[in-house]
């Protein structure tokens, strides 16, 4: 039997910069907002019963495509925020994992997210997936060319042990806020039987009663991975 609560969440957490704008205030202030706003989520998914939430919080489109200046507002947010907040959720036994290009992140960050993955709890009860200079597609490629350097030929089960994802189920359900009907690269192939939910509110407003409509929703829909 299929839960009606989805184990495995993913946020497009998009429309900070609206939510901004609409108060006449920078880009970064909705960035801000929108962290905060992610750390109450955690807690609301947690709280639901949901094992595994993941948010998309930059893609590598956004890396190559968006002024200097905004990536280092975004760093000078992960720097300031991630470390304080990740302990919270130690606090109540949650763990954090990162999946992403670390690589092409200032040093010193790069080191703050794995320490964030480093010093999770052990057996911890639901896990905050941290998207950062993540896309599904330089994802697949960087799984395809691990097999073709060990020489293998491989399965489904095989693949996914090569992505980011490895250890993490596959998602249930996909949750847009900001009101456009797209992926953008976030976990492509992961979703590919996700259940999909595109919301028009920004992600600073998309509270825990907006979550708790999403989720409703979910629980009233027939999964049927190709039955009849
Ligand atoms: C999503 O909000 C967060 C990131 C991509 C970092 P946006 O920054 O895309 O906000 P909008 O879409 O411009 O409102
Ligand atoms: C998707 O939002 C990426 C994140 C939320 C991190 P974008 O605002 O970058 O997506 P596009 O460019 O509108 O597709
Ligand atoms: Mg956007």
């Known amino acids: 039997m299929i839960s009606s609560v989805p184990a495995h969440v993913g946020v497009i957490m998009d429309g900070n910069g609206r939510w ?21 989520l955690a807690e609301r998914a947690r709280q639901a019963g949901v094992k595994y939430l993941t948010v998309y ?7 190559s495509n968006r002024p200097k200046d905004e990536l280092d507002g975004l760093f000078g947010l992960f720097r300031k925020y991630f470390d304080a907040n990740v302990k919270k959720l130690y ?13 092409a992140l200032p040093d010193d960050l ?6 964030g993955e480093k010093n999770s ?8 997936v941290f998207a950062i200079n993540y896309g599904s597609r330089s994802e697949i490629l960087r799984a395809v060319n691990r097999a073709v350097e060990a020489g293998e030929t491989v399965d489904g089960e095989k693949f996914s042990s090569l992505l980011y994802t490895a250890d993490i ?13 797209r ?5 492509a192939y992961q979703a590919a039987y996700a259940e999909l939910y595109f919301t028009d509110v920004l ?15 979910y629980a009233s829909r027939e999964r049927r991975f190709g039955r009849i």
């Open 91 to 103: 606090a109540k036994n949650a763990c954090v994992k990162v999946i992403g290009d670390l690589s």
């Open 110 to 115: 790069c080191e703050i997210l794995k320490n």
């Open 169 to 181: 189920p596959d998602p249930d359900f996909i949750i847009r806020t900001g009101g456009e009907k």
């Open 57 to 63: 919080a930059l893609s590598t489109e956004n890396l």
């Open 20 to 40: 901004a704008k609409k108060r006449l205030m920078p880009r970064s202030y909705g960035h801000k907002s929108g962290m905060n706003r992610m750390i109450g």
């Open 121 to 128: 709890p052990e057996g911890a009860d639901f896990t905050l």
């Open 183 to 187: 992926l953008s690269n976030f976990l």
């Open 203 to 217: 992600f600073p407003d998309f509270s825990d009663a907006e979550f708790d409509k999403a989720l409703n929703d």
